[in-house]
Nanobody, 126 residues
Framework: QVQLVESGGGLVQAGGSLRLSCAVSGRSSSDHVMAWFRQAPGKEREFVAGIGWSGGNTGYADPVKGRFTTSRDNAKNTVYLQMNSLKPEDTAVYYC???????????????????WGQGTQVTVSS
């Protein structure tokens, strides 16, 4: 069983930065394609960024391209989301997700992920 624990959320002013971390336990993080999703109140959960096994393959949703960067350190079993130039519309609960062992690439669909963290709140004030 894979456990994911996010950290690093908080309150920040518009234009500021935060770095989220997702600690993976139960299996090596290198076994899993990973992604970040977010969910704002009253909205559906949406894809933010995805990253392949080695970290060489990444993808981003249009609203965050050029501002967010995802990376991974498999030696530390941790995945990161660096968020710069934050906007009030980035306010949401951010979730880390992992696909089952053997999945080849990240997916934009939340239903493609088998393991989820509990989420961490990010609030951006204007």
């Amino acid at each position: 069983q894979v456990q994911l624990v996010e950290s690093g959320g908080g309150l920040v002013q518009a234009g500021g930065s935060l770095r989220l971390s997702c600690a993976v336990s139960g299996r090596s993080s290198s076994d899993h394609v990973m992604a970040w999703f977010r969910q704002a109140p009253g909205k559906e959960r949406e894809f933010v960024a995805g990253i392949g096994w080695s970290g060489g393959n990444t993808g981003y949703a249009d609203p965050v391209k050029g501002r967010f960067t995802t990376s991974r350190d498999n030696a530390k079993n941790t995945v990161y989301l660096q968020m710069n130039s934050l906007k009030p519309e980035d306010t949401a609960v951010y979730y880390c997700a992992a696909r089952r062992t053997g999945a080849i690439d990240y997916s934009f669909l939340a239903a493609s992920y088998d393991y989820w963290g509990q989420g961490t709140q990010v609030t951006v004030s204007s």
